[in-house]
């Protein structure tokens, strides 16, 4: 139990600027990625034994709610690619040029490519939120 403290602890326990920062964010939008995986593959499988609860949970995944969900799964599922392709080319390519300085840049880079990317699909999927759900730009 005392080593589950130590692990909480240090997630928590801010050491670092950007870098643990990065390390927090991309476990974090690692797990939700993993979390929706699970609930996708284990509604996908309701198509076939249970068809009506499947039909149930579409119109479920239909509602406000789980569509501002899933504009944080795409957050999740963007950084996690950027940062994890980040950590991947410093590891595998590039391990000689690793220096703090240069890690707090291309940690800074991630987050904006992500936010580039993120925020025009955010912005679509909440226009088809407001204009699904509430009837708004001539829904």
């Known amino acids: 139990m005392?080593?589950?403290r130590t692990t909480l602890t240090g997630y928590v326990g801010?050491?670092?600027r950007e870098g643990h920062l990065s390390f927090v964010l991309h476990r974090i939008t690692g797990l939700g990625t993993a979390l929706f995986l699970t609930i996708h593959i284990l509604d996908t499988a309701l198509v076939y034994f249970l068809p009506q609860l499947y039909q149930h949970a579409i119109n479920l995944?239909?509602?406000t709610l789980f569509g501002i969900g899933e504009i944080g799964l795409v957050f999740c599922v963007l950084f996690h690619g950027v940062n994890g392709l980040?950590?991947?080319y410093v590891d595998l390519i590039a391990p000689k040029?690793?220096?703090v300085p240069k890690?707090?840049?291309s940690t800074r880079w991630a987050l904006i490519i992500?936010?580039?990317l993120w925020i025009p699909a955010s912005g679509i999927m909440l226009y088809n939120i407001l204009h699904h759900n509430f009837g708004l730009f001539g829904g």
């Open 2 to 4: 005392s080593s589950l």
């Open 14 to 16: 801010y050491r670092g």
């Open 61 to 63: 995944y239909r509602s």
């Open 86 to 88: 980040r950590v991947a």
């Open 97 to 99: 040029f690793w220096s």
């Open 103 to 105: 890690q707090r840049s």
């Open 114 to 116: 992500t936010l580039i």
